[in-house]
């Protein structure tokens, strides 16, 4: 199928960018993190240390539990892969994220990153973070989940995992708990040039090139399947 060939081709890149950057750990994104989805009340599994202190003042948006906060624009966060975490926290304080004009919501998350003061403080809060359990957002869009399914599998499914629990080893965020309108938004600046558009943006130019495969309606229907995933 012809539309399958953009996923091919970014993998191809992906695999070249993989093979010079030796930083980073080949390690799979285990699913036995993420297979305890549980109730947003239950206390996070790493309650001590600085991380959950650097999170205090990240509670107003993202929520006490990471679960987010559609009407603030704040995507759930909690469960995310801790080096996904930390690279956008690094990518917002450089600039490299939320740092386009007409970015709001980018915009007011851009001085939350400048706040924490160093790599460490980064760490450690992205380690809280991805400790949380991940939550399951409420549902604001409608869309045909069964379509979306097909659509997730054949264009996004090989990079952000079958059930989208994120990849480490490809450095793809978990998609399940961040929110409907924050996944829609979020494709929607990677296709206007909003977000991955830096030459330091890595990653985020390997999803900019994906985010142009689909559609305005294929999205709301992907998001519908991502939606029924959550709630599972
Ligand atoms: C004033 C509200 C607000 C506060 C406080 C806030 N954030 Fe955010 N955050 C946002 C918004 C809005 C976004 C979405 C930005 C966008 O649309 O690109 C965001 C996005 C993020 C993302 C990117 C998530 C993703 O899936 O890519 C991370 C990580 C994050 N915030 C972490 C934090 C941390 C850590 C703190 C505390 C140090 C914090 N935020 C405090 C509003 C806030
Ligand atoms: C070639 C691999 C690849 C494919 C295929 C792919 N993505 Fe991504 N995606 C990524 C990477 C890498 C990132 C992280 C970008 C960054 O670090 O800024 C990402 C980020 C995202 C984000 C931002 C999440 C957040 O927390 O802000 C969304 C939403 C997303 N992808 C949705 C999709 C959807 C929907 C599809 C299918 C239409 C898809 N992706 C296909 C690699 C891919």
Redesign the pocket.
Known sequence: MLRNIPVYFALAILAVSCGGNSGDSGETASDDKDAAVTEAESAPAVAEGNGRA??A??V???GANGEGNMA????G?AG?SETY?AR??WEFKKGL??AEPG?L??A??RP??M??ADGEAIAD?AAY?ASMPATTPPVTIEGDADNGERLYVSLCGACHGGKAWGNEALFT?RLTM?GDS?VV??VK?FQEGM?GTHEDSTHGKQMALMAKTVSDEELNDIVAYLNALAAE
Do not use: E, F
């Open positions: 650097l999170y003042p990240c107003t948006c993202h603030l624009n704040a995507p966060i995310q975490v956008q926290l994220r939320g970015d919501p980018g007011q998350m939350m990153a706040a924490l809060v973070i965020p961040l924050y938004r979020q600046k977000r």
